[in-house]
């Protein structure tokens, strides 16, 4: 028969596709788990309580080991730089790749990106301590003078130089002058993010003489922290001997930026107990048994900042506040603010370092650990010419209210010493995070 008419228009591909994402989609209400009876009380709590192996671990064996050692520095020594991936901690094995390399004559710096104190001049100033870094006169990287001196552009040009200088003229090779071995752990870390951070360590990462290993933990995410030309790039070769360097002169260019990473699957599935030591507590759960394994200060720290993150959450303040919030609400305050601040900030440090029992007075019980007495603070302020009256001093103390910098709640009823029943202030902050910016404030 014939087909029937239709009309005028004809369906394209494009119609066709609306017509069909404009029906309702339709899910069946089956699920298998229905096709299945359930277990039986004693089954499912015998199930439960079998004792159960441990979990098994990669790359223990150092017969492995050792294959995998060679194979990865004859990588490193062939221009590229190692990415290491997969499921577990992976500090283990490369911190074990690194006393590999040391027992070698090698110059190894371990960088533990997930600890929350380290800096990326930390890193410099590891590396400034290899011998000849800073020339035979210079002094010692560990002091502060040389570990700042021209900034962090001068550093990291300064090592570079060194580990790309040419041979000398009695050989054609670089045997005898020395390598550096950089062991990155988590490179997505906090000291890593900064665009002049990566940056630098980009350029350190082509230096002829200095090889890069370290490890990720989100392989999705870590691809797009680098352009193409970063990934792909590839190590120069090392300066010719100054008898060929005249030749040479003609082709030199700028130094080169990237990183060359070769990719590696290191899944070990050992667990992150190590890393995790460091972390947020009060983003974990089960954080009690982590502040357990640290050292006792380390754990008295994390316990106040996990009560002061508990207090902050009740009273508005929606949690912590990292040291990056609050310098940038610090940048958009009056000097007189950022004084008070400075005032309130060591007054809290110094509840926080006061033994247990001495807290509560100081903090004139005003709920949380490291708390200080709001009229504490106001005799404070007056004697350091910061607010004259109640006023000024809230009128000061709103600014950072506003933003939850500072965190306010009513004191106990019974008070140590700071006027039972007043008004009790703290900072939200991490103690170190905390101690970072009332010195730099200070200075």
């Known amino acids: 028969e014939d087909e029937p008419s239709q009309g005028f228009a004809t369906h394209t591909a494009f119609d066709a596709y609306f017509q069909l994402a404009a029906k309702p989609a339709r899910t069946s209400s089956n699920v298998f788990s229905?096709?299945?009876?359930?277990?039986?009380?004693?089954t499912a709590s015998a199930l439960l309580s079998a004792p159960r192996a441990p979990a098994p671990r990669l790359w223990e064996d150092a017969s492995v080991r050792g294959a995998a050692y060679r194979r990865f520095r004859t990588e490193l020594e062939e221009g590229f730089n190692?990415?290491?991936?997969g499921c577990g901690s992976k500090r283990a094995f490369l911190n074990?790749?690194?006393?590999w390399l040391a027992g070698r004559g090698a110059h190894v710096v371990v960088a533990n990106g997930f600890q929350p104190s380290f800096a990326f001049r930390d890193l410099l100033g590891a590396i400034e301590r290899v011998p000849g870094v800073l020339g035979d006169a210079g002094e010692p990287a560990a002091s502060s003078s040389s570990s700042s001196a021209g900034g962090l552009d001068a550093q990291v040009q300064r090592i570079h130089s060194f580990f790309s200088r040419a041979p000398p003229p009695s050989t054609t090779t670089d045997a005898g002058l020395p390598h550096l071995y950089i062991i990155a752990h988590n490179i997505e870390g906090a000291a890593f993010r900064a665009p002049k951070h990566r940056a630098a360590l980009a350029l350190l990462a082509l230096a002829p003489r200095v090889h890069l290993c370290a490890s990720v933990d989100h392989v999705v995410g870590?691809?797009?922290?680098?352009?193409?030309?970063?990934?792909?790039?590839?190590?120069?070769?090392?300066p010719p001997p100054p008898a060929h360097a005249e030749s040479a002169s003609a082709t030199a260019t700028a130094p080169k930026r990237g990183f060359a990473w070769l990719w590696h699957d290191l899944t070990t599935l050992a667990p992150y107990d190590f890393e995790l030591a460091y972390a947020d507590p009060t983003?974990?759960?089960?954080?009690?048994a982590l502040r357990g394994a640290r050292a006792p200060a380390a754990a008295a720290a994390a316990a106040a900042s996990a009560a002061l993150g508990a207090a902050a959450a009740s009273a508005?303040?929606?949690g912590l506040v990292t040291e990056t919030a609050a310098r940038h609400v610090l940048a958009s305050v009056t000097q007189k603010a950022k004084k008070l601040f400075a005032l309130l900030g060591t007054k809290q440090l110094e509840v926080m370092d006061a033994p247990a029992a001495s807290q509560g007075a100081a903090a004139g019980d005003g709920g949380g650990a490291g708390a200080y007495d709001y009229d504490r603070l106001f005799a404070a302020a007056r004697d350091n010419f910061v607010a004259q009256n109640d006023t000024a001093l809230r009128a000061l103390l709103g600014e950072f209210r506003d933003h939850g910098l500072v965190v306010a709640a009513a004191g106990g009823a019974g008070g140590g010493g700071g006027g039972g029943g007043g008004e009790a202030l703290w900072i939200p902050m991490r103690r170190d995070a905390l101690l970072k910016v009332v010195a730099d404030l200070k200075a």
């Open 222 to 238: 870590a691809p797009l922290r680098w352009s193409l030309s970063e990934l792909f790039a590839r190590k120069p070769p090392p």
């Open 283 to 288: 983003v974990l759960t089960g954080a009690s």
């Open 96 to 99: 074990g790749f690194a006393g």
């Open 82 to 85: 190692l990415l290491f991936y």
């Open 316 to 318: 508005g303040g929606g």
């Open 34 to 42: 229905a096709l299945l009876p359930p277990l039986a009380p004693e």
